[in-house]
C-alpha cells in the first residue's frame, strides 16, 4: 500500500511523486518534498525553499537517478513546474457497441531548472520514461504520444 503523506498547514494529503526535488542548504540541510521522520510522512510545497540559503537542488527519480544544479541566489531564480497530459490510446479492439475501446493515461513531464537576472530559462525537462529535454522556453511541452 504506498504511503501517503500530509501537509500539515491543510491537512491535504499526496501520493509520493516517480521524481521529488530536494533542496540542499549551504549550512548542510536539506528540505525534501516527500519526508518520512518519527513515523510522520509529510510533503513540502515548493515555495518553502529559502532561495537566498539554496546551495543546489536535485531530483531523484523513483530509480535512484538523480539530477541537479549549483544554484547561486545572486543570480538566480528556482524554477520547478509540471506539464501535465491526458492521453487516450486505441487498444485495437473493440467494445458490444462497435466502439473502440481507449485506455487513458495522464503522463508528467517534470520541469526544474532557473531563471537568470536577464530573465532567460535555463530548465531540464524529465520525460516520463528518464529522458531528458533541455530548453529555454518555460512554455515548452512536448506531446507525448510522438515522443515514444
Known amino acids: 500500500m504506498a504511503i501517503k503523506y500530509i501537509y500539515p498547514p491543510t491537512g491535504e494529503f499526496s501520493l509520493k511523486e516517480p521524481w521529488e526535488w530536494v533542496a540542499v542548504y549551504k549550512d548542510g540541510t536539506t528540505l525534501e518534498q516527500f519526508e518520512a521522520k518519527a513515523g510522520v510522512a509529510t510533503f513540502h510545497r515548493f ?9 543546489h537542488f536535485k531530483m531523484i527519480g523513483s530509480n535512484g537517478q538523480q539530477l541537479s544544479i549549483l544554484f547561486d541566489s ?3 531564480k528556482l524554477v520547478h513546474f509540471y506539464r501535465n497530459q ?5 487498444t485495437g479492439g473493440y467494445d458490444d457497441d462497435g ?5 487513458k493515461r495522464d503522463l508528467r ?3 526544474f531548472g532557473y531563471q537568470d537576472n ?3 530559462y535555463h ?3 524529465i520525460l516520463p520514461d528518464g529522458r531528458i529535454i533541455i530548453s529555454n522556453d518555460r512554455d515548452h511541452t512536448v506531446d507525448l504520444r510522438e515522443a515514444a
Do not use: P
Not at 515555495?47 to 546551495?55: M, P, Y
Not at 491526458?86 to 486505441?90: F, G, V
Not at 466502439?99 to 485506455?103: F, G, K, T
Open 47 to 55: 515555495a518553502e525553499i529559502d532561495q537566498s540559503r539554496l546551495a
Open 74 to 76: 545572486e543570480g538566480m
Open 86 to 90: 491526458h492521453l487516450k490510446e486505441y
Open 99 to 103: 466502439d473502440a475501446l481507449m485506455i
Open 109 to 111: 513531464i517534470y520541469y
Open 118 to 120: 536577464a530573465g532567460l
Open 123 to 125: 530548465l531540464t525537462g
